[in-house]
């Protein structure tokens, strides 16, 4: 595996930047969207077709924010063989919020207590679903930074999206994902390439503090999200342009220019309007379209229009979602696997389109190529960026080495349980009506569980948290508890292995396939 660089060596910058590893957890229980659409006595296709949505993955009470991430953290730590004193910084993105001020983070830290490792930087980030990449971004800057020690960098998004009953419950989903960050990464910032937008608006909120569930405006929602698209894809081509300028080339820059594009992906239908969305904004951005052959063929009608008067123009959108149709079979719709499988994740969302699109595809057919990645956040936050997958594509090279461990992504999805739209609703119910009760005890099932699981199984009268781990081999007992009192945390032995320490200035182990 790529590891730290000796800092003699480095030179003013370390090489390649980026994510080196990517492990991604939901949940072992999904209902499926068809029966969904019964159950809630809607017209079938509604979920299915106008969302795109197939399944849609849940929580029982035994899962939270945290149990996710001490489980997604654990997993990517035991596959590639890594110690815990090998990282420097931690840093989650979560819009899951139970302590207002008590961070994931401090949990997760239970972790690396056998290692001996405190010497760990980074807390939480929230903002919506933008959570996650605000600390990707925070990441890949204190490699870059003189604050850098060598080490690696650990970055965790997660969330449980949830909604009251209703049109919006359906889009919601959990999981997380952890992403491990370094030089000489197989996916590598692409430096001075990002675009970002923010902007006030109440699009999508949580102001009631005792409950999961957001407020949101549907339609406003829709217009933020789309308008930060064509912001953020404005400034990142200003940007890529003023980079080849600098390097003597004239090129204009297109959407061709991605070999992949994926999106926060609230349900799939908008992913594919955002492709088209995307590709209004080329035919406008360029000095003299070809309407007679090409993509751009009979578009001419459109060539006056307003981005900003578009947002809900049913002909626009109609005619570019045809002729992007072809682009986005070939540099998207891969990138949906989870999305449609599994459904939002707030803020893993990208990145679970991210895993999908290296799950989908070899070494071969990724190496080179340059990833487009927007993510967006409602109130609102996005960003557009680029990642360049290494040219490296032999076997047991660190592109390797990552497609081998998303491998098994469809297999994962396929071992679920589905549960009847009842179950779920009740399941729903539960968890509103306990949502940060104190002294209660969860009522979910363990078995159900996938194996290697952290699950919730107490909360005491000071609304202290208590967890257990599902054992990797279902013969043996329940790994014991990782109690969390807050400042004073006591500590019940982890179950997790010491692994022998990696001076911050060597090469860190490399990842089993």
């Given at each position: 595996?790529?590891?730290?660089?000796?800092?003699?060596?480095?030179?003013?910058?370390?090489?390649?930047?980026?994510?080196i590893?990517?492990?991604?957890?939901?949940?072992?229980?999904?209902?499926?969207?068809?029966?969904?659409?019964?159950?809630?006595?809607v017209?079938?296709?509604?979920?299915?077709?106008?969302?795109?949505?197939?399944?849609?993955?849940?929580?029982?009470d035994?899962?939270?924010?945290?149990?996710?991430?001490?489980?997604?953290?654990?997993?990517?730590?035991?596959?590639?063989?890594?110690?815990?004193?090998?990282?420097?910084?931690?840093?989650?993105?979560?819009?899951?919020?139970?302590?207002?001020?008590?961070?994931?983070?401090?949990?997760?830290?239970?972790?690396?207590?056998?290692?001996?490792?405190?010497?760990?930087?980074?807390?939480?980030?929230?903002?919506?679903?933008?959570?996650?990449?605000?600390?990707?971004?925070?990441?890949?800057?204190?490699?870059?930074?003189?604050?850098?020690?060598?080490?690696?960098?650990?970055?965790?998004a997660?969330?449980?999206?949830?909604?009251?009953?209703?049109?919006?419950?359906?889009t919601?989903?959990?999981?997380?994902?952890?992403?491990?960050?370094?030089?000489?990464?197989?996916?590598a910032?692409?430096?001075?390439?990002?675009?970002?937008?923010?902007?006030?608006?109440?699009?999508?909120?949580?102001?009631?503090?005792?409950?999961?569930?957001?407020?949101?405006?549907?339609?406003?929602?829709?217009?933020?999200?789309?308008?930060?698209?064509?912001?953020?894809?404005?400034?990142?081509?200003?940007?890529?342009?003023?980079?080849?300028?600098?390097?003597?080339?004239?090129?204009?820059?297109?959407?061709?220019?991605?070999?992949?594009?994926?999106?926060?992906?609230?349900?799939?239908?908008?992913?594919q309007?955002?492709?088209?969305?995307?590709?209004?904004?080329?035919?406008?951005?360029?000095?003299?379209?070809?309407?007679?052959?090409?993509?751009?063929t009979?578009?001419?009608?459109?060539?006056?229009?307003?981005?900003?008067?578009?947002?809900?123009?049913?002909?626009?959108?109609?005619?570019?979602?045809?002729?992007s149709?072809?682009?986005?079979?070939r540099?998207?719709?891969?990138?949906?696997l989870?999305?449609?499988?599994?459904?939002?994740?707030?803020?893993?969302?990208?990145?679970?389109?991210?895993?999908?699109?290296?799950?989908?595809?070899?070494?071969?057919?990724?190496?080179?190529?340059?990833?487009g990645?927007?993510?967006?956040?409602?109130?609102?936050?996005?960003?557009?960026?680029?990642?360049?997958?290494?040219?490296?594509h032999?076997?047991?090279?660190?592109?390797?080495?990552?497609?081998?461990?998303?491998?098994?992504?469809?297999?994962?999805?396929?071992?679920r349980?589905?549960?009847?739209?009842?179950?779920?609703?009740?399941?729903?119910?539960?968890?509103?009506?306990?949502?940060?009760?104190?002294?209660?005890?969860?009522r979910?099932?363990?078995?159900?569980?996938?194996?290697?699981?952290?699950?919730?199984?107490?909360?005491?009268?000071k609304?202290?948290?208590?967890y257990?781990?599902?054992?990797?081999?279902?013969?043996?007992?329940?790994?014991?508890?990782?109690?969390?009192?807050?400042?004073?945390?006591?500590?019940?032995?982890?179950?997790?292995?010491?692994?022998?320490?990696?001076?911050?200035?060597?090469?860190a182990?490399?990842?089993?396939?």
């Amino acid at each position: 595996m790529p590891g730290s660089a000796q800092i003699s060596y480095m030179g003013p910058w370390p090489k390649d930047v980026g994510i080196i590893a990517l492990e991604l957890y939901f949940p072992s229980h999904f209902v499926d969207q068809a029966e969904l659409e019964q159950y809630d006595g809607v017209a079938a296709g509604k979920y299915t077709v106008g969302l795109g949505q197939a399944r849609m993955g849940f929580c029982s009470d035994r899962e939270d924010i945290n149990s996710l991430c001490l489980t997604v953290v654990q997993r990517l730590m035991e596959r590639n063989g890594l110690s815990y004193d090998s990282i420097g910084r931690l840093e989650v993105g979560t819009e899951t919020i139970i302590d207002k001020s008590k961070s994931v983070k401090t949990v997760i830290m239970q972790l690396f207590e056998d290692s001996g490792n405190t010497d760990v930087e980074g807390i939480d980030t929230t903002n919506a679903c933008y959570g996650g990449t605000a600390a990707l971004f925070n990441a890949v800057n204190w490699v870059e930074s003189s604050s850098w020690d060598g080490r690696y960098a650990l970055v965790v998004a997660g969330d449980i999206a949830v909604y009251a009953t209703g049109s919006a419950r359906p889009t919601g989903g959990a999981g997380a994902v952890a992403m491990l960050v370094g030089p000489n990464a197989p996916l590598a910032f692409e430096r001075g390439l990002r675009g970002t937008h923010m902007q006030h608006a109440y699009d999508f909120y949580k102001p009631d503090l005792m409950s999961e569930y957001p407020v949101v405006d549907g339609k406003l929602s829709i217009e933020c999200y789309l308008s930060a698209l064509d912001r953020c894809y404005s400034v990142y081509r200003n940007k890529i342009h003023t980079q080849w300028q600098r390097e003597g080339s004239d090129q204009r820059f297109s959407l061709e220019d991605f070999g992949f594009l994926v999106f926060h992906s609230p349900y799939c239908k908008l992913v594919q309007k955002s492709v088209a969305r995307l590709m209004l904004n080329d035919f406008l951005n360029h000095p003299n379209p070809n309407t007679e052959t090409g993509p751009f063929t009979g578009l001419d009608a459109f060539r006056d229009v307003k981005p900003e008067e578009t947002y809900f123009d049913r002909d626009v959108e109609k005619a570019f979602m045809k002729a992007s149709a072809d682009l986005f079979e070939r540099k998207t719709k891969a990138s949906l696997l989870i999305s449609n499988q599994n459904g939002n994740m707030y803020t893993p969302s990208v990145y679970g389109c991210l895993a999908s699109v290296i799950a989908e595809h070899s070494p071969s057919q990724l190496a080179g190529q340059r990833i487009g990645v927007f993510s967006y956040g409602s109130g609102f936050a996005a960003s557009l960026y680029s990642l360049k997958v290494t040219q490296d594509h032999t076997p047991g090279s660190a592109l390797d080495k990552l497609v081998s461990s998303l491998s098994d992504l469809g297999v994962r999805l396929d071992s679920r349980k589905k549960v009847a739209p009842a179950v779920f609703s009740d399941s729903m119910k539960l968890r509103e009506d306990t949502h940060h009760l104190a002294s209660y005890v969860p009522r979910g099932s363990v078995d159900d569980l996938f194996p290697g699981t952290w699950y919730l199984t107490r909360v005491d009268e000071k609304h202290r948290r208590e967890y257990s781990r599902r054992p990797l081999d279902d013969d043996l007992p329940a790994e014991p508890e990782l109690v969390c009192l807050g400042a004073a945390a006591q500590h019940i032995p982890s179950p997790v292995k010491k692994m022998p320490r990696i001076p911050a200035t060597t090469t860190a182990p490399e990842a089993s396939s």
